[in-house]
Each structure stands twice: as structure tokens, then as C-alpha cells.
């Protein structure tokens, strides 16, 4: 593309930009169309129709219903091209594919803080290998914030008390601007960073790289303790509270009849709200830790659940394998 | 005036509504709608400068990308109160309780509106609630921008939220009331022959817009207060710590704050649609289409709020539902635009200021218009919401569209209000300024936007310096633009030449009376016999029959 060199188009850097910016210049060529065109017949009407004598009047032309339709239904199609098209790049954008690298982020006014799954912590800075899915599961600690990434063509507002995500595959390497775009108070114009886009190898380098900062499974595993978790959630399933070995990305059955899948969401919500949803056989008995546990502490308990896997080393690859042979 | 000195000079009228009483008591305790008006014009125009003042503040201080001018604190609390009071106590009430008010009873040949002492109930409210704002702006000021976003606005910030939001809360009941008069105006008080359909287009678009008022105000009211008592009492309502959902906030906010685009907009359309056809001597194109089109946007407008939403982590499925909406809404003000282009087809058409405002309008509402359709595609406006590309296609609707039909209005009432004409030379020059300025002003601000700089950033990357520099220069020239049509507005109050009834010529019956009118607006209540718009049949304008007969398009409507 030529034209992103210039001032027009800022520079593409995701797998995104590219679609946008078509998107965009559709939008805009059908705009210019009919902006000039409106403006030359204003501009020819005045010239040719202007008035000559004083007390001259139009002629009574009063409607045309053919042109009313002609000028309802080509508007019409074209923006429900528009509707169609943009459509198709927002689901794209809502659905993220599911080998993603995920890094957490959590915007408190007025930084950005940002992990990634093996430890390694950043702030108001974003690290992430060229060509390869990134998924970024954030949390506010408290008013709405938004990450924005303009060479990615893309947002998504990080809002409290949930987790929203954001995907993208950055296409190039370099150093691109962020920004928080949903308005957070004093400071909202300070908090900003740069997504570092980088080689592969000399990503894995910079993971490596550094101090190394705890692990977010082990810092949750210290809290499980400190909190008295384990005292309910025992890995027997035997405690007052049902065992969480294994517990994510499973389906849990709740006492409503109903199941749930247990991600990110449903771990943070159960800490939070525990009694939200009840998991079957179980007392509602447990506390909330609203206000108690902060967000970034929420991501350490969910990374150490998550590292809770079943112990059935052999059920995963060798079932998998023939299954996925016959088809 | 070339239009009046060929007619025979009219004497200004002996007694009219501005000088059937005397002092100051006969002001602020009046039921006559003109002078309620007249009140209104003068508040309106108060928030306009106090507006326009924050506005140039804040053009100033992003001079450079350090800022300026002033500190984050200020820089925030200048953008919120300009916004505050621009939406809530200009742009919301100007057209309807300015022209609307002054001119509904007179185009429908009634005396007054259907409840004269709650239009001036609903004055005393605005003014409570702009002086609550006020109050609001000098004691902490406010920063939590006009959106009033929670949790910041509910917990975080550290400015007097309460009583603007109160404020806001007194003017919605003042809105609703004029919606509600205006309403049973135009069901009850239509003079003999005044069908629904001779009704001049500038009466459906503020019987739509009242639609809107009575409608959403309510909800926008309720929500403020909802914020209000979280911040005050600690009720979780929209905080997430106290159990509330920080995005039903933005559900009930813009359930109101959307339609609130068409309170500004359909009135502004409505002024435009008596403008090209007066200045173009021919019926509006498409008359019915016309009304139609402004109830549809009123409807329709309804259903789209959630479009300020699309990445504020609602359901996929719910913001395609609400872009497929938005998509619609945008049809029938791609026809209003191609009725009024139609009205000047083989029309006599002159340039008098109000036609030269009625074309600057055209040029920035296409603007205005047309970028609508970026952020209401959902693949484009994750990139675009929350940058400086809504700015400008907000202040383009609401300034270049709702400001110019304003100021367009303005110009063509101004001699039935004042009875005098204002320097037709001066008034078409300062809008050519201003249309210049706002160009200048806002579309960088496009460009700004696509290349990511956020809106609310009292500090900016370098790399927008020149496109801000531009936007500021801009700024300076709309100013002058603003300031010019009070000095020769004013001066025409004084020595500008008698208007007589009816100028321009035009068709409406506000044009029957005298200008000034009288205080029962017409000396005889007035029949009327003839549709909207038409000069064909009307010989006691003074004008020509038709010169060439027209035999496509008569009957097709």
C-alpha cells in the first residue's frame, strides 16, 4: 500500500490495519462522491437558476417520487455494505483465535501494568514477538480505561469489575504508540506506552532477559495460602469448598441446574462474588474478597488455578491424535 | 435590501410586543412566548460565551504538546464545563426555546403557546439549572467531561459533580415541559386551514424534536441522579466495588445523549427547510418525504445508542444490531439533503445571508453527515472512538450543522423579531468567516483523529503539533465569525432600516403580521388557504406567476 507512506493513513502494523484502512477508503470514496456531487449541483443550481428579476419566482416543481426512491434505496445498499463489511472485521476483532499468547494488563490511574504468563512484568511498555496471535486480558483497578494501539488500527476499553480482551498479530517490527483513550481523570494524557514489535528469537531473548520477576502461578500460590483458601478448597474435593484441580477450562455444574464454563471470568467472579453462581452439592459459604484482593492479585490466584491441571498426564495427545487421524 | 426597496416602505407598527410594557417586572414575570423567547436568547447566548471562552482556552493551551496554557487539572475541567455548557444550556435549548418558541404560535397562526405560564416556568428552571452549573464551574469546577462516565464521575473525581448534575437534572424538567407545550401547541392551537400537511417543515421538525424531549430528558434525568446518589450516598448503582455495572452508565447516559444529537439537529434541519425555499421562491422538494424523514430520525434515533459502545465491552451481537441501526438512521438524512439540493431545481434563487448560512450548513452537515458513517461501522470505529476523528465529526453536526441552521434562523427571523434589517453585506461576510474558521478549526482534527491522537489529552505526542497549530489558528477565525453578527445585530436594533412585514418574500404565515408583532401575534386570527411554500398561488406577495409552466413534477408528491 502506497498510500500509508503518507500523511493520510498512519502507518499498518497488525493483521488488522490493513482491513480498516480498505474499509476506510471505501467509506470515503463513496463520501467524496456524494459530497461533490451534492456541492457541484448546489453550485450549478445557483449559477443557472440565480434570480433575474425582482419579483421572478421558481417554477412549482413540488417532488418527484421516482427520484425519492432512487435516493433512499442507493444510500440504503451502500451503507448496508458499509454495516456488512465493518461487521466483518469486528467479529474477526471480538473473536480471538485460540492459540494466542496471553499477556494481562491491568490500568489503574494512571499506569498501565502488564505481565506476561511467565512472569515477566512491564509497565506503560508492551513486548511482543512479530507474527505470532496476542491476546491481552485486561482489568481496571478502577475507573474505565481504554488501550489503544492506532497503528494497529485498534481498542478495546478496560473496564472495572470484568475482563475484556483484546487480540492482534503485529505484522512489522517496531515501536508503536499506545494510548489510553477512554478518559480517566487527571493524568488520562500520561497514560501511554509503546508496544515493542520483535524478532521472534530476540523476543524469546528479551523474555529471558532482565531480572525475573516472580511467577504469577507461584505469587498466587503464596495468596492461596495467606488467604486461607486451601483451608476449604482442598485437592480432595472432600473441604468445605469444591477442589479447583483441574478446575479451569472445564465445565462446572452449578446447584442451578446449569453449567458454566470456567475461565478467567468465572475464577475472578467466584473470588469476588462468590455467590454469583454456586457450584452443585456446595454451601454458599464463602466470602467475598471484594476489596480485599486486587485485580492484580485476582490474575496471580487465576494463573496458579489454572497451573492446578488434572493429573491425567496420558488422556490429552494420545486421544487426540487418532481422533484427529479419522477425520 | 434589493426585495424590499422595490415594495413601498411600511412604517414601523406603533405597538408592538417589545414595547407593550415597560420595566423589568414586565420581563421576568411575562407569558407572551415572543418575549420568553427573547429571554432565552439572551441566557443561550450567556452559555455560548462562557462555552466559547473554555473552547478558546483549550485551543490555546494545545498550541504545544506540552500544553500551553494551563495545568492537567485545569485542561480537564475546561473541556468538561465547555461541553457541559454548550450541550446542556446552548445547544439543546437554542433552536426549540429560541425560534421554536418565538415562531411555532406565529407559523401556526396561534396567539401564544397551549400553556404560556409553564413556558415561562420552564426559562426559571434553565435558569436554576444553569445557575447550578455555574455554581458548579467557579466552586471545584468539574472534570469529569460532559459524559460523566462511572465510576470516575460516581467516586474518583475530586470536583463538584453534585451540583452540576443537579443542575442538568432542573434543565431536563425544563426541556420536557417546552417538548410537552410545543406538542399540544401543535395539536390544539393550528389556525382554520392549518392541515398537518401545510404545516411549514421548521413546525414538524420541533413537533419531532419535542417527541424526543418528553421521551429521553426523563432518562438522562434519572441516570444523573442515579450518579449523583452514588456519589454522595455510596448507593451502588454503576460502581462495581458496591455491586453496579459501570456500562449500564453508558447504556442510560447515551439512551438519552444520542437523541439529544437529534434535539440539536432536527431544528437546525428545520430552519434550513424554510430558508431554500424562501430564498429559492419554490415549494420544499418532496414536502411529505420531508416530514416524514424527521419523524423517522426521531424514531429511529432511539434505537442506535449503543453505536458510543462499540468497544466498551458490550455483546458482540448487540453492537452489530446497533451499527445495522445506526446504518439506517443515516438514510433519511442522506434525503433530507438531496430534497433541499432538489428545492433549488429551477428555482429564483437569491443570496441573502440566511441562504448563505443555509449553504454553509449543506457544505459541514454533508461533512458532518458522511463521517458519521466511519464510526458507525463497526471495522472502523475501533479505530477512530475516543479520537480527535469524533471531535471533529461532532462539533461538524453540532456546530457546523445545528450552530449554522441557528445562526441561518437567526439572520431570517431577525427582522420579525427586531422589526429592522441587520447589513446584509457585513452578515454574509461574517458568514463566509465563519464557515472558513470552523473548516479550519475542525478538519484537522479529522486527520489528527485517524492517526491516533486521543480526545482529552491535555498533552500530545509532537507529531500533531502542525495539524494542532492549524486547529488553533482556525479557532481565532471562527471567533471573529461569532463576534461580529452580535456587534451588527445589536446596532440593527437601533439603526438598521425598517424590515416591514414580510422582506424576503416568504410564504409563512409569521409574515402576515408585523414585525415586531403584536402581543396577540395577529391583529385578526388568520385563515389559511394555501399549502407551505407556495408562491405560485399567492398574489398578495407581490410577485410574478410562473414564467415557464412545469408539467413533470406537479401532483407526483
Known amino acids: ?327 | 435590501m434589493s426585495a424590499t426597496e422595490s415594495r413601498p416602505a411600511e412604517q414601523f407598527p406603533e405597538k408592538h410586543y417589545l414595547n407593550a410594557d415597560y420595566g423589568i417586572r414586565s420581563w421576568l414575570l411575562t407569558t407572551d412566548h415572543k418575549r420568553i423567547a427573547l429571554l432565552y436568547l439572551v441566557s443561550v447566548t450567556f452559555f455560548f460565551f462562557i462555552g466559547g471562552i473554555f473552547a478558546g482556552m483549550i485551543r490555546l493551551h494545545l498550541l504545544t504538546p506540552k500544553g500551553a496554557l494551563v495545568s492537567p487539572e485545569v485542561y480537564n475541567r475546561l473541556f468538561t464545563m465547555h461541553g457541559v455548557a454548550m450541550i446542556f444550556f446552548f445547544l439543546i435549548p437554542a433552536i426549540p426555546a429560541v425560534l421554536g418558541n418565538f415562531f411555532m404560535p406565529l407559523m401556526i397562526g396561534a396567539k401564544d403557546l397551549a400553556f404560556p405560564k409553564i413556558n415561562l416556568l420552564s426559562w426559571y428552571l434553565y435558569m436554576i439549572g444553569g445557575g447550578l452549573a455555574l455554581f458548579s464551574f467557579m466552586s471545584g469546577g468539574l472534570d469529569t467531561g460532559w459524559t460523566f462516565y462511572t465510576p470516575l464521575s460516581s467516586v474518583y473525581s475530586n470536583s463538584a459533580v453534585a451540583p452540576a448534575v443537579l443542575g442538568i437534572f432542573i434543565n431536563g424538567f425544563s426541556s420536557i415541559l417546552t417538548g410537552l407545550n410545543f406538542l399540544v401547541t401543535v395539536h390544539t392551537m393550528r389556525a382554520p386551514g392549518m392541515t398537518w400537511f401545510r404545516l411549514p417543515m421548521f413546525v414538524w421538525a420541533n413537533y419531532a424534536t419535542s417527541i424526543i424531549m418528553i421521551l429521553g430528558t426523563p432518562v438522562v434525568a434519572t441516570t444523573l441522579a442515579l450518579a449523583g446518589m452514588e456519589r454522595l450516598f455510596h448507593l451502588g448503582f454503576f460502581n462495581p466495588q458496591l455491586g453496579g455495572d459501570p456500562v449500564l452508565f453508558q447504556h442510560l447516559f447515551w439512551f438519552y445523549s444520542h437523541p439529544a444529537v437529534y434535539i440539536m439537529i432536527l431544528p437546525a434541519m428545520g430552519v434550513i427547510s424554510e430558508i431554500i425555499p424562501t430564498f429559492s421562491r419554490k415549494p420544499l422538494f418532496g414536502y411529505k418525504v420531508m416530514a416524514a424523514a424527521s419523524l423517522a430520525i426521531a424514531v429511529i434515533g432511539f434505537l442506535v445508542w449503543a453505536h458510543h459502545m462499540f468497544v466498551a465491552g458490550q455483546s458482540t451481537y448487540a453492537a452489530l444490531a446497533f451499527s445495522f441501526l445506526t446504518m439506517l438512521v443515516a438514510v433519511p438524512s442522506a434525503i433530507k439533503t438531496f430534497n433541499w439540493t432538489a428545492t433549488m431545481y429551477r428555482g429564483s434563487i437569491s443570496f441573502e445571508t440566511p441562504m448563505i448560512y443555509a449553504f454553509g450548513f449543506l457544505g459541514l452537515f454533508l461533512v458532518g453527515g458522511l463521517t458519521g458513517l466511519f464510526l458507525g461501522t463497526l471495522g472502523v470505529d475501533i479505530h477512530v472512538h475516543d479520537t480527535y476523528f469524533i471531535v471533529a465529526h461532532f462539533h461538524y453536526i453540532m456546530v457546523g450543522g445545528a450552530v449554522m441552521g441557528y445562526m441561518g434562523g437567526l439572520h431570517y427571523w431577525w427582522p420579525k423579531i427586531s422589526g429592522r434589517m441587520y447589513p446584509d453585506t457585513l452578515a454574509r461576510f461574517s458568514a463566509v468567516v465563519l464557515f472558513i474558521g470552523f473548516n479550519l478549526t475542525f478538519f484537522p482534527q479529522f486527520l489528527m483523529g485517524y492517526a491516533g491522537m486521543p480526545r482529552r489529552y491535555h498533552s500530545y505526542p509532537p507529531e500533531f503539533q502542525v495539524l494542532n497549530i492549524l486547529s488553533t489558528a482556525g479557532a481565532t477565525v471562527l471567533a471573529v465569525g461569532y463576534i461580529l453578527p452580535i456587534i451588527y445585530l445589536l446596532w440593527s436594533l437601533r439603526y438598521g432600516p425598517v424590515a416591514g412585514r414580510n422582506p424576503w418574500p416568504s410564504t409563512g404565515l409569521e409574515w402576515q403580521t408585523d414585525s415586531p408583532p403584536p402581543t396577540e401575534n395577529f391583529h385578526v386570527t388568520p385563515t389559511v388557504t394555501w399549502e407551505a411554500y407556495d408562491f405560485e398561488n399567492r398574489p398578495d406577495l407581490g410577485l410574478d406567476k410562473p414564467l415557464k409552466t412545469d408539467d413533470s413534477g406537479r401532483g407526483h408528491d
Open chain 1, 1 to 327: 500500500m502506497q498510500l500509508q507512506n503518507s500523511s493520510i493513513l498512519p502507518e499498518q502494523a497488525s493483521n488488522f490495519a490493513g482491513g480498516v484502512d480498505a474499509l476506510t477508503l471505501y467509506i470515503l470514496g463513496t463520501s467524496l462522491f456524494f459530497a461533490l456531487l451534492v456541492v457541484v449541483l448546489v453550485v450549478i443550481f445557483s449559477l443557472k437558476y440565480r434570480r433575474k428579476k425582482q419579483t421572478e419566482i421558481g417554477v412549482p416543481v413540488h417532488g418527484s417520487v421516482p427520484l425519492e426512491i432512487v435516493w433512499t434505496l442507493i444510500p440504503l445498499v451502500l451503507a448496508m455494505v458499509m454495516f456488512a463489511w465493518g461487521a466483518v472485521i469486528y467479529m474477526d476483532f471480538r473473536r480471538a483465535p485460540s492459540d494466542t499468547l496471553d499477556v494481562y494488563v491491568i490500568g489503574k490511574q494512571w499506569m498501565w501494568k502488564l505481565q506476561h504468563t511467565d512472569g515477566r512484568r512491564e509497565i506503560n511498555e508492551l513486548h511482543v514477538p512479530v507474527g505470532r496471535n496476542v491476546k491481552l486480558i485486561m482489568a481496571s483497578e478502577d475507573v474505565i480505561h481504554d488501550f489503544s494501539i492506532p497503528n494497529f488500527r485498534i481498542k478495546m476499553d478496560v473496564v472495572p469489575g470484568r475482563y475484556t480482551t483484546l487480540w492482534f498479530r503485529a505484522t512489522k517490527t517496531g515501536r508503536y504508540h499506545f494510548y489510553c483513550s477512554q478518559y480517566c481523570g487527571t493524568s488520562h494524557a500520561l497514560m501511554t506506552g509503546w508496544v515493542t514489535v520483535m524478532e521472534p528469537a530476540e523476543y524469546a531473548a528479551w523474555l529471558s532477559g532482565g531480572a525475573q520477576d516472580a511467577n504469577p502461578a507461584g505469587a498466587g500460590e503464596k495468596l492461596f495460602t495467606q488467604y486461607s483458601c486451601n483451608t476449604c478448597h482442598l485437592p480432595t474435593g472432600k473441604g468445605r469448598g469444591p477442589s479447583l484441580v483441574g478446575l479451569y477450562g472445564s465445565k462446572v455444574k452449578l446447584a442451578d441446574g446449569t453449567t458454566v464454563q470456567a475461565d478467567d471470568a468465572y475464577v475472578r467472579e467466584s473470588i469476588l462474588s462468590p455467590k454469583a453462581k454456586i457450584v452443585a452439592g456446595y454451601q454458599p459459604l464463602m466470602p467475598s474478597f471484594q476489596g480485599l484482593v486486587t485485580e492484580e492479585q485476582v490474575l496471580s490466584l487465576t494463573a496458579y488455578i489454572k497451573s492446578l491441571q488434572a493429573p491425567a498426564p496420558a488422556s490429552e495427545a494420545p486421544a487426540e491424535a487418532p481422533h484427529m487421524g479419522k477425520k
